[in-house]
Nanobody
Framework: EVQLVESGGGLVQPGGSLRLSCLAS????????MNWVRQVPGKGLEWLAG????????MYADSLKGRFTISRDNAKNTLYLQLEALKTEDTAMYYC??????????????????????RGQGTQVTVSS
């Protein structure tokens, strides 16, 4: 059974940082492109970043403007998202999401496509003073 367990969220002040983790199991993690998406209550999913199977290639949503960094450790079956210079509008539930097919290339997903990715239960990030 595919399992994706996110952690690392919490309450942080504007300008602060967080590191999110996602522990994967039930599939060959190193064979799948992985992604991070987020959702604000009442709004659709927003794709944030994706990383290739070897971690060499990554892509980001333009809206992030270099504040977030995706990485992975295939030996630990873990995906990461480093969040820097956090803003109140970054408040959301953050999910790691697995590509549907193995060995797929990194791509940008729209809201509809993001909703079709297998994702975990999420970790809440709240940015507030």
């Amino acid at each position: 059974e595919v399992q994706l367990v996110e952690s690392g969220g919490g309450l942080v002040q504007p300008g602060g940082s967080l590191r999110l983790s996602c522990l994967a199991s039930g599939f060959t993690f190193s064979s799948y492109t992985m992604n991070w998406v987020r959702q604000v209550p009442g709004k659709g999913l927003e794709w944030l970043a994706g990383i290739s199977i070897g971690g060499i290639t990554s892509m980001y949503a333009d809206s992030l403007k270099g504040r977030f960094t995706i990485s992975r450790d295939n030996a630990k079956n873990t995906l990461y998202l480093q969040l820097e210079a956090l803003k109140t509008e970054d408040t959301a539930m953050y999910y790691c999401a697995k590509d549907a097919a193995a060995y797929s290339v990194v791509k940008i997903y729209n809201a509809y496509e993001s909703g079709r990715l297998r994702r975990g239960q999420g970790t809440q990030v709240t940015v507030s003073s």
